[in-house]
Antibody
Framework: EVQLVESGGGLVQPGGSLRLSCEVSGFTLSSYSIHWVRQVPGKGLEYVSGANNNGINKYYGSSVKDRFIISRDDSKNTVYLQMDSLRPEDSAIYYC?????????????WGQGIVVTVSS | DIHMTQSPSSLSASVGDRVTITCRASQSIINYLSWYQQTPGKAPKLLIYGASTLQSGVPSRFSGSGSGTDFTLTISSLQPEDFATYYCQQSYTTPPWTFGQGTKLEVK
């Protein structure tokens, strides 16, 4: 069974840092690209970051570029999102998602989400 | 960035109704379009990819169509579990990919 499980969220002060983890199981991580998508409760979905299967190509949304860094450790079946210089507007539910391998690019499996709150 | 616009933003319908949701891209995205369903407190669930390919395990009452800039998600006969929020997403460009603002499907 494919599973993605996020951890590392919580409450942090503005300007602070958090590292989210996405531990996967049920598939070979090294064969898949993994992405992060966030959602303010009651609002829409926003693309945050992604890394392709070999970790060479990394992508970032404009609102997080130069503050967030994505990395992956396939030996630990885990993808990380290092979030620095956090702002109140970064408060959201963060989902990690696997990129499918059919026609086009899409997210075929999602984690349950982890809450990040940036507040003093 | 490619902007995705869904219509309507909300929709009231009854069990058994046929429902259509539209997604328009600000430029051609060929068929790089996916649809997701999200219920409260849950992660989004993939329904359709490649504009019209049904994800494994998704009921056949869901269908997708379109190409270029205009796409539709149709539910042929609404079931109680279909009341949810639906999002389209484009993946024509390299990431960051963009989502539509969502369509909330409510009970009439």
């Amino acid at each position: 069974e494919v599973q993605l499980v996020e951890s590392g969220g919580g409450l942090v002060q503005p300007g602070g840092s958090l590292r989210l983890s996405c531990e996967v199981s049920g598939f070979t991580l090294s064969s898949y690209s993994i992405h992060w998508v966030r959602q303010v409760p009651g609002k829409g979905l926003e693309y945050v970051s992604g890394a392709n299967n070999n970790g060479i190509n990394k992508y970032y949304g404009s609102s997080v570029k130069d503050r967030f860094i994505i990395s992956r450790d396939d030996s630990k079946n885990t993808v990380y999102l290092q979030m620095d210089s956090l702002r109140p507007e970064d408060s959201a539910i963060y989902y990690c998602a696997r990129e499918g391998r059919g026609v086009g690019d899409y997210f075929d499996y999602w984690g349950q989400g982890i809450v990040v709150t940036v507040s003093s | 960035d490619i902007h995705m616009t869904q219509s309507p933003s909300s929709l009231s319908a009854s069990v058994g109704d046929r429902v259509t949701i539209t997604c328009r891209a600000s430029q051609s995205i060929i068929n790089y379009l996916s649809w997701y369903q999200q219920t409260p407190g849950k992660a989004p669930k993939l329904l359709i990819y490649g504009a019209s390919t049904l994800q494994s395990g998704v009921p056949s009452r869901f269908s997708g169509s379109g190409s270029g800039t205009d796409f539709t998600l149709t539910i042929s006969s609404l079931q109680p579990e279909d009341f949810a929020t639906y999002y389209c997403q484009q993946s024509y460009t390299t990431p960051p990919w963009t989502f539509g603002q969502g369509t909330k499907l409510e009970v009439k």
